[in-house]
């Protein structure tokens, strides 16, 4: 399945890379932010193209992150249930004095 989710996103930057590359619009720009000007200057396409990337980085290293944080709890949270279980089967097979 997850080979499955790897063919599927890669699809889908191929489809996002070549819709963006025949929409292109080849107008030379700089970037501002608020008083700052990029000393250089691209087309629209790279830079929307730059922002895409970015934004994939930062989303995919997330969603690992989540991922890494869930796992941990999941091994976690198995080691106390085991421990609890062997706990429950000592003291079920202790007998009862009156």
Known sequence: MKWL???VLIFAM?????????AVNQQEMALT?????TPFTLSMFWWLLAAFLIGLTFGLSNALWMNVKARMQARKLKQSLAQAESELARLRSLTVQS
């Open 5 to 7: 989710k790897t063919i």
């Open 33 to 37: 932010f608020a008083v700052w000007e």
């Open 14 to 22: 191929i489809i996002a890379f070549l819709l963006a590359t025949l």
